[in-house]
């Protein structure tokens, strides 16, 4: 019985109870921001009694943690706790501008813990099928959330990411079933036969035609909360419709946890297949997503829109990355995904503000914001740098990473890569610039934005641009080893 | 347990119930109006308790009664009684539009058990259970489903699509595997159920906006 | 070559004579039960043999313009359906004329009889004729593959498609559910409604001419012609309720020619066709008409349940 682990999860389903009564009253965001830093401390705990004593397994077998979401589990805790804090000033604004009402920001608030408990139950469970079940209540947390401002694009973005993203877990259910399948001729049946810690083991052995059609039905379904093209119709509306806060952990968690599904499955197809099938698949999805989102990055008028663009685009990277496998392309897919999730969240608060103070998430409408806020413009400013992968910021040494193992293994793909990142480059830089400098048309807010987020997730990128702690390199050396 | 019938005739009446099942789909597929849908939907419900728990007797396997039990009660007691009370307070008694008339409707359904029935072949093969031949059937059943979500054009027809979907899913779960482990599929169940009680706040706040649950309004966003 | 025996050669012109008297008992039957089910006293179960007598002994009147195509279809009609009758097999499988025509040939011949019909109506240009043959045809063409596909989900199960074969091998088959049948046999009811001008795809007792089909294209015929179009409407109503007992009830049809099994198997034949008009009686009284443009989803729907039965034999059963 680890009660690190039932902490972490406790912790949240607890929060959102606790909110679902009082998140109406005029204390409730500061009890939120309580209720993820005490997740954040409890993972912290996890953190430190997994380097202390390695790789645990509890609960009857059904959560585990090793070093592929061990990090994956702070973060989604540390981004979590950030984006509490941040969502603290930036509803009463929202609030004082008449957008939403109190009734709504009590089911924001319990949504939210709940959101943050699916997450971390995906990330800890060693049953894939309650990793399936907590993807699905991932996915209906965030429903309501998406519609909170109930305008039409709104409802209409919620309407879309509901029934795409549930046909795509279904899809994913049925994946799961012959997943089961495969298995139960080997484990025998009896949930033994989901616990991906036993399916690892005996991964060589599962029937080889299951796993094909298993993983691609998995692909799709998870494949659908990632964001891969064509299945991501679903993410820029529900970025660019929902509250900010939520476009935040969308894009830095959630699509981060769906992945970490696609890549345990894929370590089972791997096994049990042999050939380079289910590494061709992603490979392929990965380059598709990327060109793609590139190549509609330029057209993008509304801000919030061109980030979930460039959400996709990375998360396609990181898919390629691990399609591509080996030791490096692991590694740096992994690093990538910590320093997406930190920078575009990072983004995110920035462009949060910046809508706030113009009133609008039009591109062309939104100017000079360096001339009104000095912070929220070098925030802006400097996320976008990062994330556009220049150095010495995490990302750069993630793409880095990438792209030369591309160019010595798959150097076909190369030149897709490169004509990809660079039009995003062009655009990216291109709309962010004049809505930076310039002249100015916002406004001053009546509450002090939330500064501190914002640069502290742009200062961690910085710094693991430069140097990762031991502990991390030693998680993701072993995490890639694991990926193969 | 199983002395009463012979193999051949236990896999007859799996069969027989697969193929009511398939059956529904289609039915479910061409019907026009709403308040018969949800009754197919939750006929479509029993038979699939019938099986699990013909399946469950013929096999000994106690959970799949458990499974059974509460298949009655969500998908042929509780759900449509939800659907029911939905349809009289959003006061939508209209007739399902399709995008596509109906008899094309039902001939791409069959291009697609076809497509169904050739996938599953290799797959049922290698299933260990009495049932597996009924894997096609299941995975065809979720292919009509999923067709259609997309050829309805207002809400709750889409979504009744959405829920038969997860009958049929679990329908292949009991066909490949006997079930799931309990405590994954007692968390479908909760899933399903959260999820209705999302979608039903949800159709009021459509509902709210638009004065109606037409998906067309819903389609203005693009790129 | 099977040996054409005399008693086979007897048995065979037996049902078929059998076929030719007792079809309009059948539609009086099916009249009768209908008028039973909706409270009335009914007109008798003889009376289409005594419209028969009077329309034989009326004249034949005739339009200016009509062909000997006009004149020669009713017999042309009625010729097809005792070919019908006669490979059907409704009281034994022993047929040695059987060969002549298999499973597909008949829906041939029936295809036949419906094209010379809607010729024929208009043939003689009125309006009504030429709608009536339009609205036929439409009909005609989903319905006979729907009849197709019900036809070879039999023809698979007994691996031929002579009718008198697949009979045998069904009636000797053990007791057995077959999804595959259940389906071909709704399919096949649905078609036969559509094929024999009922309810809900046609009223036979409509005197709206806008809501004809069947009913359009004989509005021309008086006298003996119409005593024939007639007596063979009865006789493909007969027919198709043979076919559905000789795939989905196979029970007492005699294996081989004797005598006595024929005896036999006429009581067996008797009950089973009450009971099929009554069925089909319920079915009219309990449904209503559809719009005309409804009928292309009914006879897709009964399409598509064939397919269906064809598919699930494939894949389920073998």
């Known amino acids: ?484 | 347990m199983t002395e009463l019938l012979s193999a051949a005739l236990v896999g007859q009446i799996i069969n027989m119930l697969a193929s009511v099942l398939l059956l529904l789909s289609f039915a479910m597929l061409a019907q026009r109006r709403i308040l018969s849908l949800i009754d197919l939907f939750a006929a479509q419900g029993f038979v699939l308790m019938l099986s699990t728990a013909f399946v469950g007797w013929a096999t000994g396997q106690v959970h799949l009664y458990v499974s059974a039990a509460i298949t009655l009660g969500l998908k042929v007691l509780f759900l449509p009684w939800v659907l029911h009370r939905l349809i009289r307070r959003l006061n939508v008694k209209w007739d399902v539009e399709t995008l596509i008339n109906i008899p094309t409707t039902l001939l791409v359904g069959i291009v697609l058990v076809i497509l169904a029935f050739n996938v599953a072949q290799p797959v049922s093969q290698l299933a260990g259970t009495v049932t597996r031949g009924t894997l096609g059937i299941a995975l065809a059943a979720v292919l009509l489903a999923f067709l259609m979500m997309i050829t309805r054009s207002k809400a709750v027809p889409q979504v009744i699509g959405f829920l038969a979907m997860e009958n049929s899913l679990f329908f292949a779960a009991t066909a490949a595997t006997y079930g799931m482990p309990m405590v994954v599929e007692l968390g479908i169940a909760l899933d399903v159920l959260v999820g209705i009680i999302i979608l039903a706040v949800f159709f009021f706040q459509i509902r709210e906006r638009f004065d109606s649950l037409d998906i067309r309004h819903l389609e203005k966003l693009k790129e | 070559m099977t040996e054409i025996s005399w008693s086979g050669t007897i048995a065979q012109l037996t049902e078929l004579a059998l076929a030719i008297l007792l079809a309009p008992l059948l539609t009086g039957w099916v009249n009768q039960c209908r008028a039973w089910l909706q409270n009335k006293s009914g007109p008798g179960l003889l009376r289409p043999y005594r419209l028969l007598r009077k329309l034989f002994g009326k004249d034949a009147v005739i339009a200016h313009g009509a062909s000997a195509l006009f004149r020669t279809t009713p017999y042309v009609l009625f010729g097809c359906m005792c070919m019908a009758a006669a490979i059907v097999p409704t009281l034994g499988t022993d047929l040695p004329y059987a060969p002549v025509a298999d499973a597909i040939a008949l829906v041939g011949i029936l295809a036949l009889a419906r094209a010379a019909l809607a010729l024929a109506a208009m043939d003689i240009g009125t309006a009504f004729g030429t709608l009536g043959a339009r609205r036929e045809m439409m009909i005609g063409f989903l319905a006979e593959p729907a009849l197709l596909m019900v036809l070879f989900t039999a023809s698979l199960l007994s691996q031929t498609t002579s009718l008198a074969t697949t009979v045998e091998t069904l009636s000797q088959r053990d007791l057995a559910i077959y999804p595959s049948l259940a389906f071909a046999g709704v399919a096949f009811t649905m078609v036969s409604l559509a094929e024999n001008a009922r309810i809900p795809v046609d009223n036979p007792a409509t005197h709206l001419e806008l809501t004809m089909i069947h009913e359009a294209m004989v509005l021309e015929y008086s006298g003996r012609h119409l005593a024939l179009v007639e007596w063979a409407a009865s006789l493909k109503l007969f027919v198709y309720s043979c076919i559905g007992i000789a795939l989905f009830f196979p029970f007492g049809i005699a294996q081989g020619g004797d005598a006595i099994g024929l005896l036999l198997a006429l009581p067996a034949l008797v009950v089973k066709l009450a009971i099929g008009g009554l069925l089909l009686a319920l079915i009219e009284t309990l449904s209503a008409k559809m719009r005309i443009f409804r009928a292309p989803e009914f006879l897709g729907t009964a399409f598509l349940l064939a397919v269906l039965a064809l598919l699930i034999h494939a894949f389920l059963e073998s």
Not at chain 1, 4 to 31: C, D, N, S, Y
Not at chain 1, 33 to 62: H, K, N
Not at chain 1, 329 to 353: D, E, N, Q, R
Not at chain 1, 416 to 436: E, H, N, R, W, Y
């Open chain 1, 1 to 484: 019985m680890s009660w690190e682990i039932v902490t972490v999860l406790g912790m949240p389903l607890v929060g959102g109870g606790v909110l679902a009564l009082v998140g109406h009253r005029r204390r409730a965001a500061e009890v939120n921001i309580a209720l993820s830093v005490a997740t954040f401390v409890a993972a912290g705990a996890l953190v430190a009694s997994v380097i202390r004593d390695g790789p645990i397994i509890a609960l009857w077998d059904q959560f585990f943690v090793d070093s592929l979401n061990v990090f994956l589990v702070a973060l989604t805790a540390f981004v979590s706790m950030t984006t509490a804090m941040f969502s603290r000033p930036y509803m009463r604004i929202e609030k004082d501008h008449g957008r939403l009402t109190a009734g709504r920001l009590r089911l924001y608030h319990s949504m939210y813990q709940l959101f943050v408990f699916t997450m971390l139950a995906v990330l800890l469970a060693n049953n894939l099928g309650i990793v399936w079940v907590a993807t699905e209540a991932a996915t209906l947390t965030t429903v309501l959330l998406v519609s909170l401002y109930r305008t039409p694009a709104s409802l209409e973005a919620a309407w879309k990411y509901f029934i795409l993203c549930g046909v795509g877990i279904a899809q994913a259910l049925f994946g799961t079933i012959l997943l089961y399948m495969a298995a139960q001729r080997i484990l025998g049946t009896g949930f033994e036969a989901l616990l991906w810690t036993h399916l690892a083991g005996v991964r060589s052995e599962l029937e080889p035609t299951v796993m094909a059609i298993a993983f691609v039905f998995l692909l799709v379904g998870y494949g659908t909360k990632v964001g891969l093209v064509p299945l991501h119709n679903w993410l820029p509306d529900a970025h660019a419709e929902g509250p900010t806060p939520v476009s935040a952990v969308l894009s830095g968690l959630l699509l981060n946890v769906a992945l970490y599904a696609l890549v345990r499955c894929k370590v089972l197809a791997d096994g049990a297949l042999g050939a380079p099938y289910a590494s061709r698949l992603m490979m392929g999805f990965g380059l598709v997503s990327v060109v793609v989102a590139a190549f509609f990055l330029s057209r993008q008028r509304d801000v919030k829109r061109l980030f979930a663009y460039s959400s996709i685009e990375h998360m396609g990277l990181i898919t390629f990355a691990f399609g591509m496998g080996g030791p490096i392309a692991s590694f740096a897919g992994l690093l990538h995904m910590t320093v997406h999730s930190l920078t575009k969240s990072a983004i995110f608060f920035a462009v949060g503000h910046a809508a706030q103070k113009t009133g609008t998430q039009l591109i062309e409408n939104i100017r000079g914001l360096i001339n009104v806020s000095p912070t929220v413009g070098w925030g802006l400013m400097l996320g976008t740098v990062a994330i556009l992968g220049v150095p010495p910021f995490g990302v750069f040494a993630s793409e880095f990473l990438i792209l030369t193992t591309a160019m010595r293994e798959q150097p076909w793909a190369t030149p897709f890569l490169l004509a990809a990142l660079g039009v995003a480059f062009a655009a990216v830089f291109g709309k962010v610039q004049p809505m930076v400098f310039g002249e100015s048309t916002a406004s001053r807010l009546p509450h002090p934005p939330a500064l501190v987020p914002v640069f502290a997730h742009v200062a961690l990128v910085l710094t693991l641009g430069i140097y990762i702690p031991p502990h991390l390199a030693h998680w993701y050396r072993e995490a890639a080893r694991l990926i193969g």
